[in-house]
């Protein structure tokens, strides 16, 4: 290289590091301004909460009061619901075997399964469900009660059944249609079955 372009480079450089170190220096007074303005605001926000903080409003401690009474009512609630929503071990496992009963075991076993009502009529005796085994029997995740399972029935007579059990159903029901006092039988719950799935199909 000659000496010339060595020069013209030294110099473009030298250029080029004045420059922008010139523009990468703050001056004194910007500094100055900048922190003058920092200081006011934050001396305006530490002012403003310490006053609402010594010196709260009464309206605004009324609402504090009782929006903490109802925030603690709500949390009572919570705990509740939380006792009751937590499900042990053994339910879950007995939740999980009565979800796939429902969705792979045939009809005879999931009505023999979710009934608990058995009338015994001199040696002869008919199984029945109530409307809420035939809930239980249809919706997933709801737990048969203890002590009921498969081909394990709650004993009754036929002619005190409607007092014994008080299944609390409106006159117009449609398990009174069905006959039986309310009760269904396993004709019943295959009637029942087959229309809620034509339904089903026409939606």
């Known amino acids: 290289m000659t000496a010339p372009v060595v020069k013209k480079i030294y110099y473009r450089q030298q250029y080029l590091n004045y420059h922008t170190n010139k523009k990468a220096q703050i001056h004194p007074h ?3 301004l900048y922190s003058i303005l920092f200081g006011a605001g934050a001396y305006t926000v530490f002012n403003v ?3 609402n903080q010594i010196f709260p409003s009464i309206t605004a401690a009324e609402e504090v009061s009782e929006s903490e009474s109802d925030s ?4 009572e609630t919570r705990k509740k619901r939380f006792k009751k929503e937590k ?3 053994r339910d879950r496992k ?3 075997y009565e979800n796939r009963m429902r969705s792979y075991s045939t009809p005879d076993k999931i009505f023999r399964y979710f009934a608990t009502v058995r009338l015994t009529y001199g040696e002869n005796t008919e199984v029945y469900m109530t409307p809420d085994d ?3 029997a249809i919706t997933p995740g709801m737990k048969q009660p203890d002590g009921l399972g498969l081909d ?3 004993r009754y007579d036929p002619k005190t059944i409607s007092q014994r059990l008080n299944l609390d159903l409106d006159e117009d029901s449609i398990f009174y249609k069905l006959g ?3 009760l269904i039988t396993f004709s019943d719950y295959i009637f029942l079955l087959t229309v809620l799935s034509s339904k089903l199909f026409t939606l």
Not at 72 to 75: L, N, V, Y
């Open 49 to 51: 909460g310490m006053n």
């Open 94 to 96: 007995i939740i999980e």
């Open 152 to 154: 394990q029935y709650r």
């Open 30 to 32: 910007k500094l100055l």
């Open 134 to 136: 035939f809930l239980r």
């Open 72 to 75: 603690d009512s709500e949390i």
């Open 87 to 89: 499900i042990g071990f």
């Open 180 to 182: 039986s006092s309310g």
